[in-house]
């Protein structure tokens, strides 16, 4: 079956730095656009970044536009979250998304992807 898992979320100060990962299993990796979305305590999820099947085209949440970069190495079956600057509000569980459909289409609709991850939770001090 299909398994996204994320890792390496932390406790940090402001104005610090995260990677996240998620390892994909069990699907086609190349053939999904892959996203990041966010939950913070008593907040709806939201989206925060999205990549194109081949890793060349992305899209951000205008909140962590200039600040977040999203990749992916399809040989590894990998995404990443580069995560800079980063602020108190920021604060949340990160979950990686995989849809079956372009980037375009999936945009950063939640119902439009199919497989989530467990999340990893990522907290920044001020």
């Known amino acids: 079956q299909v398994q996204l898992v994320e890792s390496g979320g932390g406790l940090v100060q402001a104005g610090g730095s995260l990677r996240l990962s998620c390892g994909a299993s069990?699907?086609?990796?190349?053939?999904?656009?892959m996203a990041w979305f966010r939950q913070a305590p008593g907040k709806e999820r939201e989206f925060v970044a999205s990549i194109s099947w081949g890793g060349s085209i992305a899209d951000y949440a205008d909140s962590v536009k200039g600040r977040f970069t999203i990749s992916r190495v399809n040989a590894n079956n990998t995404m990443y979250l580069q995560m800079d600057s980063l602020k108190s509000e920021d604060t949340a569980v990160y979950y990686c998304?995989?849809?079956?459909?372009?980037?375009?289409?999936?945009?950063?609709?939640?119902?439009?992807?199919?497989?989530w991850g467990q999340g990893t939770q990522v907290t920044v001090s001020s």
């Open positions: 998304a995989a849809s079956p459909l372009s980037l375009a289409q999936a945009m950063d609709r939640i119902n439009r992807y199919d497989y």
């Open positions: 069990g699907l086609t990796f190349g053939g999904y656009t």
